[in-house]
Structure formats: C-alpha cells, structure tokens
C-alpha cells in the first residue's frame, strides 16, 4: 500500500527542483553565465530520483551506505532489486559486478566486523562467493600495506578470501 502522503511529497519536492533548474538556466542565459546551471540539480539525467523508480527498473549502479543497503535487504519491496542484480549476472559470464568500498580501513573492530558479514550476505543473496569470477571488489584505504601481513589478514577476514589474492 503506497503511502499517498509520501508520494505527494515527493511529487512536490520534484516539481520544485524541476522549477529550480529551470529558473537557473534562464538566470544563466539572461546574465550570460553558463557556470549556473551546474550549482542546481536536473531531473532529465539518467539518475534515479526515487526508490520506486529503482523498485521498478533496478538501476545498473547503486551508491548506498551499509546502513541502507541492510535495511534495503530485509525489505521485500527492494527484492527486485536484488534479483534482477542475480538474473543479469546468470545471463552471462561476462557480466561482472563491481563492489566498491571507500575507506576500508576504517571497518574495524564489531563495525566492521557487522559491516563484512552484510557484505557476505549481499554476495550469497547474489549467488557469488568472494573468489567469484564475476565479481571484482574495488577498495580504497590510507593505511593498508602490500607487504605488511596484517594488512594481507585484514583483507582475509574482511572478505572472506586469502589476501594474497588481493592487488594492494
């Protein structure tokens, strides 16, 4: 049962975005200022401005946090999601899905341990184990060394998979 009042608001905020854009491209033509318009969101752009939108036609990107991304896998509204995520990787071999983590180093400690597991249960949801061949996990850290071995075991247990197999 969709939640009217919500749909409502959202319907409002878009318009005045949409209004908003098309204020800053006018003020851009008439002051002859072409850096405006990038200071003002658009919603002709392929991004997703909803979560019904990304329901309806899983977006081939998601940029979430682990909070979301817990909540979105108990959900059943956002199952699609995931499935549709499972059927494409199914279709072909040669599709691969890209997990990228920023800060990794920072997912220490009970944190990161929740956080490891959320992302092994992303990955079994998904039919791929952590030396999956269609599966690349992308990681970005300050502070983790190729030749240091508790770097290489940080690795092993954040993921699940031996840290040699890791390019750091």
Do not use: C
């Not at 919500?6 to 905020?13: D, V």
């Not at 929740?114 to 690349?136: A, I």
């Amino acid at each position: 049962n969709p939640n009217r009042e919500k749909i409502e608001e959202l319907a409002k905020s878009m318009k005045e975005i949409e209004e908003t854009s098309i204020a800053a491209r006018n003020y851009a033509i008439e002051e002859k200022d072409s850096e405006v318009p990038f200071f003002f969101p658009r919603l002709d752009g392929s991004e997703m401005r909803s979560r019904w939108d990304m329901q309806d036609s899983p977006p081939d990107i998601l940029i979430t946090n682990y909070s979301m991304l817990s909540i979105m896998m108990m959900r059943e509204v956002d199952n699609g999601i995931f499935e549709e995520t499972k059927k494409w990787l199914q279709e072909s071999k040669e599709h691969i899905f890209h997990l990228i983590i920023d800060e990794l180093h920072l997912y220490r400690g009970t944190s990161g341990a929740e956080v490891s597991y959320l992302l092994k249960l992303l990955l079994k949801r998904l039919d791929l184990k952590p030396d999956h061949p269609q599966l690349r996990i992308l990681a970005s850290s300050a502070s983790l060394e190729p030749e240091n071995k508790d770097s290489r075991k940080f690795l092993k247990d954040f993921f699940g998979i031996e840290g040699e197999k890791f390019e750091i």
